[in-house]
Nanobody, 120 residues
Framework: QVQLVESGGGLVQPGGSLRLSCSAS????????MHWYRQAPGKQRELVAT???????NYADSAKGRFTISRNNAKNTVYLQMNHLKPEDTAVYYC??????????????WGQGTQVTVSS
């Protein structure tokens, strides 16, 4: 069984920063790409950033220049550093990992989400 647990969300003023973390645990053989998604009220879930197993990042246009995705493979953890936050960044943020389980099954796992609210 595999679990992904996010942390680090909260309330921040416009222009502020937050760092989200997502740790994977359980019967994991390998973790490939990891992703951060977000879903604002009344909107579809959207991809914010992806990082490959080798550490290469990709960002949605809305995140470029403000957000940084990174990972610590030894800790099975992915991070999202968010700077210069805007009210439109308000959403529930989810991490997703493309995982190979011990036993050979490959699938993606999702965390439970963490709320980020940007408001004065």
């Amino acid at each position: 069984q595999v679990q992904l647990v996010e942390s680090g969300g909260g309330l921040v003023q416009p222009g502020g920063s937050l760092r989200l973390s997502c740790s994977a645990s359980g019967s994991i053989a390998s973790i490939y790409a990891m992703h951060w998604y977000r879903q604002a009220p009344g909107k579809q879930r959207e991809l914010v950033a992806t990082i490959t197993s080798g550490g290469s990042p990709n960002y949605a246009d809305s995140a470029k220049g403000r957000f940084t995705i990174s990972r610590n493979n030894a800790k099975n953890t992915v991070y999202l550093q968010m700077n210069h936050l805007k009210p439109e960044d308000t959403a529930v943020y989810y991490c997703c990992g493309d995982l190979l389980e011990v036993g050979g099954r490959f699938r993606d796992y999702w965390g439970q989400g963490t709320q980020v609210t940007v408001s004065s």
